[in-house]
């Protein structure tokens, strides 16, 4: 999959990038920009596509660069002077990525800020995973956005906006960006993974709710034979041996644990929904409360690096009805 710097196409966003360039077209832009919403749709391709445009000065409606443009080639190897990428990066004491954004990747948009732009136009600076901001980067980010200089712009992008202190995002411009429709996933599976089948894609499709990332990690991970297994857990009474048949399985997967936990969870609440429109129930309450305790499970296994063998035969015990 090609990285959001250096992706050439958007498909599915158009009303988002049609927001942003009638607000480029205004008298006043506004200094910082949300954009939100879901993992895997394509809220960082919009971010670092909407900086190629103002940083080229162009005017495309759809806020496109063809690949050939200087612009575009320095922002996609990551050489232009007048962009700066705040996000989690790689310790190299502890050889992994930082678990959040730290003060100090943040103190660097500072001192980025008090250049003089070096082509004379716009400086953009992406925030990408905004959601991972420790405190005190947040605090710091704050004070920036509150004085914010002329011909600079901030690009918050961010899947989980409730995450961030309340001042932060009284100060930017939401741009909520919408999931991706079933056929726009489709399209971009035929490009991302032209080996599927028809039959795969539309599965994948409806699986991934809207996020072609998700899709794309479902198909790298056995996302299908796991899909079966959680429509089998949901749907059947299913017996001690048999759990441990499937437990066996999904252990022996990479990222299986988590994938199946996702998966299930999200059945689940779709079955609640459903229920609730037909006809609810008491029982209503019970299906709440299995899926708070399966991300509860989840985040343990997770967390605390415990056995997710045992974690799924726990799950699958407390679907058993009673």
Known sequence: MIAPRANPALLGQDRAI??????????????????????????????????????????????????????????????????????RRYDEKKKRMQGEIVVETVAQAGKFLRLTPGEGGWRVVIVDGAEALNRNAANALLKLLEEPPPRAIWLLVCHAPGRLLPTIRSRCRLLDVAPLDAATIQILLATAQPDLTPDR??????LAEGSIGRAIALAASDGLALAGLVDEALTTAITPSRAAAIADAIARLEDGFATFTDLLRTGLAAAT???????????????????????????????LNLDPRAAIITILHQLRPS
Do not use: C, M
Not at 201 to 206: E, G, S
């Open 18 to 87: 049609a927001e942003l360039h009638r607000a480029a077209s205004g008298p006043r832009l506004h200094h910082a920009w949300l954009i939100a919403g879901p993992p895997g749709i394509g809220k960082a391709t919009l971010a670092y596509r909407f900086a190629r445009w103002l940083l080229a000065g162009a005017t495309t409606p759809d806020l496109s660069l063809p690949p050939t443009n200087p612009v575009f080639r320095r922002v996609a190897v990551a050489s232009h002077a007048d962009l700066l990428v705040i996000e």
């Open 201 to 206: 894609a539309t599965r994948l499709a409806t």
């Open 273 to 303: 929904r459903a229920q609730a429109r037909a006809q609810p129930s008491p029982a209503l309450d019970h299906q709440v409360s299995l899926w708070q305790e399966f991300g509860r499970i989840q985040a343990e296994v997770e967390g």
